[in-house]
């Protein structure tokens, strides 16, 4: 749009400046054209009448009227001293107004006497005096108006031409003019739109040559720019959060190096950078210097050393900045990496530690009081292997957390039955596995799963069941397909106790919770370490919707079939 | 137990009273037992005699089961099961997985360590290469690792995965039979069912075939047991 509003201004201008002259001077011409003609033509008049006038005598008659006519090749009148019209050549000239009539529009004074007049018939007519004064008789010789040389239709044919030429010209300079700016624009859209390499071609030496050309060193010092960003930024990206203070510094001196050109760069920690930047030589290499920021603390300095021939303004001040300010975030998130893996692992020496210390004398109790039973039979010492179990467990859990929380739980998944694993756990709780109402839907399926933490799982459901529930207690079995139609194992465990009132449902697995008031037995763990080991598993724990009195626990692991191969 | 006499078994642990009851345990199953309270003591012991097994904790003072184990797989293919209060989720115990044989978290029943050591002692005698096995194929087993590499990407192994790689690989070419890998796959408390070795062995194949369903390296030999062919040249 713009384009073309451009394109015609330059044609209206063109053609105004070849028609406007053109049309001035033919009119100017046409003018003092017309004008020495009706002039001519009045002396001419005037002269003639006067000569006539000079060798009439009285014989003024229609005769004479001809003969003169013949002669001057006009049109001739004789008027009597009253005005009256004596005889006139004809053809036309009997029209012609009396001297001093008021239908004559102008009457000049002519030449020798002569009185010039032109009527509205488009006559001229030039009256003579015969005899006299005063006169007795009056010669009018008419002539229609000359006119000037028929110039229209050439000056018209001289305009069209201009016109066309103008248009012409507007074209051709449209075309030398607009198609560079146009293409300047498509770059400068292009450019816009992220594409640093787009380049005007430089096809002349004139002003529109040199805007392009500077477009172009605009251009390539913005890629140039970006380049330097795109290094600074990716500066650090492949080195991961615990690669260390000197790989970082690394990093930053082959960065600032690829970045800027320089031919040396160290980084300096502890030391701030010079407060007054060093006066520049032209001619000669030298360095600039970013501080380490992190905020209001500097770590130390980035310094560069630039060839003789680099410039450097102050936008490369302010990515040497940047990449300053990304070194010491690097640094302080290494030191704080470094810091936290110490501690990490410092915790987890103390939980090994702990674990160790109580477990070992718990796996003696339990061993020396199962030989003692096995031995002698006394109830009593089953007992004790129960509660040292029990208390096992409990630490187990308690280290369980530790590790749901920081995800670092690795299952070894084996394939096994459910229904065994539930008998064992039944059994480990110290009941006869004949109590065990156990409806076992998935003969035919093995889960596939951890055996420890599934054996967890269950003797935590079981002794949950057992504690705050009431009997009987019911586990079932089935394969299940989920929602993308792959089997599962469902274990669900049934107690018939008081249930868990809907407002509980999600609070029962939260951890240190225990949901019967006035309770401290338990350690408000079991159902929150069983859903962690069951969620690392692939599996899933919740509370199942039940019929009649009584809560019911369901978790799915991943199930295979059994078939002989 | 290639030497004839009782398997003889070093147990280390810090604690003397389950030094003194596992003793008891072992000596009254027939196995000859010495004892080290820690990894020092057990490396002294080490340089009278080997035993066929050792039996450590990983927590001890002076030098830990896991730098202990470390030094004697250095010298030999000794079993080794790791007694440990820490579980086999740690970050320790997964360090443990490539000099251990097996695992066994405190608190324990007395039968199913005596289960566990009598499952690991069967594979006595069977050799894999200690390095890596080209299958051919693209397919890679690293047994020590407890891996696999399949065109490169490692896919990583169950310890029950690994111990049937390591019996079929240990007579590659030749089939073995289920009850032979149901025996070297599962101690006798895990109440072994051979359907235990025909899942394992499918999960197996999903791991390592390329087509699971017409299996190449994993052979069902029908009636007998399984073969590990390498892939052959197409």
């Not at chain 1, 001419?44 to 009439?56: H, P, T, V």
């Not at chain 1, 993308?484 to 449902?505: C, E, N, Q, Y």
């Not at chain 2, 005699?49 to 089961?65: E, F, T």
């Not at chain 2, 007395?110 to 069967?122: D, K």
Request: charged share 20%; hydrophobic share 45%.
């Amino acid at each position: 749009m713009r384009r073309l509003a451009l394109r015609s201004r330059l044609t209206l201008t063109l053609a105004a400046a070849a028609v406007i002259p053109v049309l001035a001077f033919s009119l100017l011409v046409l003018l003092i054209l017309d004008q020495s003609v009706g002039d001519r033509q009045v002396d001419a008049l005037g002269a003639e009448a006067q000569l006539a006038a000079g060798q009439l005598g009285s014989d003024l008659d229609a005769s004479t009227a001809a003969r003169v006519a013949d002669l001057t090749g006009t049109g001739v009148t004789f008027f009597d001293a009253q005005g009256r019209v004596l005889a006139s050549s004809g053809s036309g000239a009997d029209r012609v107004p009396p001297p001093r009539s008021p239908t004559a529009s102008a009457t000049t004074a002519g030449s020798g006497g002569s009185t010039i007049s032109r009527t509205s018939g488009g006559l001229v007519v030039a009256y003579a005096s015969i005899g006299g004064p005063p006169a007795l008789f009056v010669v009018a010789l008419s002539q229609p108006a000359a006119t000037g040389p028929a110039l229209l239709a050439p000056l018209l044919a001289i305009l069209v031409a201009t016109l066309l030429l103008a248009a012409f010209l507007s074209l051709a300079l449209g075309r030398s003019l607009i198609h560079p700016l146009s293409e300047l624009r498509e770059t400068l859209d292009r450019l816009q739109a992220g594409d640093l390499q787009a380049q005007v071609p430089v096809e002349s030496d004139d002003e529109l040559g040199r805007l392009a050309a500077s477009h172009n060193r605009l251009a390539a010092t913005l890629a140039g720019r970006n380049r330097s960003l795109a290094v600074v930024s990716q500066a650090f990206a492949p080195l991961p959060p615990q690669a260390g203070v000197a790989a970082f510094s690394a990093a930053a001196e082959r960065a600032a190096g690829q970045a800027f050109g320089f031919t040396a760069v160290t980084v300096r920690l502890g030391q701030p950078p010079d407060e007054t930047p060093p006066e520049r030589v032209p001619g000669e290499a030298f360095d600039v210097e970013a501080p380490l920021a992190m905020g209001d603390q500097v770590l130390g300095a980035i310094r560069g050393t630039l060839p003789p021939t680099r410039d450097w303004g102050e936008a490369d001040q302010d990515l040497l900045r940047v990449l300053g300010i990304q070194l010491a975030g690097a640094i302080r998130n290494a030191e704080l990496f470094d810091a936290t893996a110490e501690l990490a692992e410092l915790k987890n020496e103390f939980l090994r530690g702990v674990s160790h210390n109580l477990q070992t004398p718990l796996t003696s109790i339990r061993a020396f009081a199962g030989q003692l039973a096995d031995e002698t039979g006394d109830r009593r010492l089953g007992i004790i292997v129960e509660q040292s179990e029990r208390l096992s467990r409990l630490v187990a859990q308690l280290l369980t957390v530790t590790k749901i929380e920081a995800g670092t739980l690795k299952p070894q998944v084996d394939v096994f039955p459910m229904g065994a694993l539930v008998r064992r756990a039944w059994e480990s709780l110290g009941h006869p596995t004949s109590d065990l109402a156990l409806d076992d839907g998935a003969t035919g399926w093995l889960a596939a799963a951890d055996r420890d933490w599934v054996e967890q799982v269950v003797w935590a459901l079981l002794d949950n069941a057992l504690r705050y529930g009431g009997g009987p207690v019911e586990v079932r079995l089935a394969p299940v397909a989920d929602t993308a139609g792959v089997m599962r194992l469902h274990t669900t465990v049934r107690d018939h106790g008081p249930g868990i009132a809907p407002g509980d449902r999600e609070r029962a697995f939260e951890r240190f919770t225990r949901l019967s008031p006035g309770t401290t037995e338990g350690s408000g763990l079991g159902l929150s370490v069983a859903r962690g080991l069951v969620e690392a598993m692939g599996g899933r724990l919740w509370l199942a919707d039940i019929e009649g009195p009584g809560a019911a626990f369901t978790f799915s692991l991943p199930a295979e079939h059994i078939e002989d191969p | 137990m290639n030497a004839p006499g009782p398997t003889r078994i070093l147990l280390v642990d810090d604690d003397p009273n389950l030094l003194v009851f596992l003793a008891g345990q072992l000596r009254s199953d027939g196995f000859e037992v010495h004892t080290a309270r820690d990894g020092q003591e057990a490396l002294r012991r080490l340089e009278g005699a080997w035993p066929d097994l050792l039996l450590i904790d990983l927590l001890m003072p002076r030098l830990d089961g896991l730098s202990l184990a470390r030094q004697v797989k250095a010298r030999a293919d000794l079993p080794i099961i790791v007694l440990s209060a820490i579980d086999a989720g740690d970050s320790k115990a997964e360090a443990l997985e490539e000099v251990a044989e097996d695992y066994i978290t405190k608190p324990f029943h007395y039968p199913e360590l005596r289960a566990r050591i009598m499952r690991v002692l069967r594979r006595v005698g069977d050799r894999v290469p200690s390095g890596q096995l080209d299958l051919g194929g693209g397919v890679v087993l690293d047994l020590q690792r407890r891996r696999l590499l399949v065109d490169d990407q490692e896919v990583r192994l169950t310890p029950v995965e690994s111990r049937l790689l390591y019996a079929l690989a240990a007579h590659l070419d030749t089939v073995v039979s289920t009850e032979t890998l149901l025996a070297r796959g599962w101690s006798d408390t895990e109440a072994p069912d051979p359907s235990y070795v025909w899942v394992t062995m499918r999960r197996l194949r999903r791991k390592l075939e390329r087509d699971p369903d017409v299996p190449v390296y994993l052979e069902t030999v029908r009636g007998v047991g399984y073969r590990l062919n390498r892939a052959t040249a197409d």
